[in-house]
T-cell receptor, first 113, second 116 residues
Framework: DAGVIQSPRHEVTEMGQEVTLRCKPISGHNSLFWYRQTMMRGLELLIYFNNNVPIDDSGMPEDRFSAKMPNASFSTLKIQPSEPRDSAVYFC???????????FGSGTRLTVV | AQSVTQLDSQVPVFEEAPVELRCNYS??????LFWYVQYPNQGLQLLLKYLSGSTLVKSINGFEAEFNKSQTSFHLRKPSVHISDTAEYFC??????????????FGQGTTLQVKP
């Protein structure tokens, strides 16, 4: 089992550019979660999907953020246009129904300059 | 709705000393409980979990946590810490049952700093 795979590991981009973060969940897991972690706010849930359907996107900070899950093995989080305050580590996690806990990816460290 | 409170934001301790990281939760339904650890510049890793059965659960690296339903607590303990235990620790809760989509509610985290 390769675990939850996120790409890229690091991303540096200029303000105003589009950024796309990618996630491959564990095979057989049917829930997928996107988190953002900063020193100021800690771990924030942005959005989560169950069976590829967005269930709760109330944590998405602004319309600049969007997430998709076109199939059970792939999800993207897009920021367009990016701003310096979006700089953070973005984590993807997956789980299976029943609340047995998540497996996290290694995260994408995003720096917007 | 569930919530989790980690009572200490930072816990400094000397190497080989015992440590307790406190976690309290609130919920109107039965819950599963988890501790995750995040080492510097890494993702969160599951440390241990309580789903059912024995209220004392243990990890492979010497940590243990006890589910106390009456006190709604799930404190994490280790009798003797190592420098390598320096990390941030997150307590989390999810609703019991198969209808749960798996969403976890996390506490704010406790930074364990082990000093030589």
């Amino acid at each position: 089992d390769a675990g939850v795979i996120q790409s890229p590991r690091h991303e540096v981009t200029e303000m105003g550019q589009e950024v796309t973060l990618r996630c491959k969940p564990i095979s057989g897991h049917n829930s997928l979660f996107w988190y953002r972690q900063t020193m100021m706010r800690g771990l924030e849930l942005l959005i989560y999907f169950n069976n590829n359907v967005p269930i709760d996107d109330s944590g998405m900070p602004e319309d600049r953020f969007s997430a998709k899950m076109p199939n059970a093995s792939f999800s993207t989080l897009k920021i367009q246009p990016s701003e310096p305050r979006d700089s953070a580590v973005y984590f993807c996690a997956s789980s299976r129904d029943g609340g047995y806990g998540y497996t996290f990816g290694s995260g994408t460290r995003l720096t917007v300059v | 709705a569930q919530s989790v409170t980690q009572l200490d934001s930072q816990v400094p301790v000397f190497e080989e000393a015992p440590v307790e990281l406190r976690c309290n939760y609130s919920s109107s339904v039965s819950v599963y409980l988890f501790w995750y650890v995040q080492y510097p510049n890494q993702g969160l890793q599951l440390l241990l979990k309580y789903l059912s059965g024995s209220t004392l659960v243990k990890s492979i690296n010497g940590f243990e946590a006890e589910f106390n339903k009456s006190q709604t607590s799930f404190h994490l303990r280790k009798p003797s810490v190592h420098i390598s235990d320096t990390a941030e620790y997150f307590c989390a809760v999810s609703k019991h049952g198969s209808s749960n989509t798996g969403k976890l509610i996390f506490g704010q985290g406790t930074t364990l700093q082990v000093k030589p």
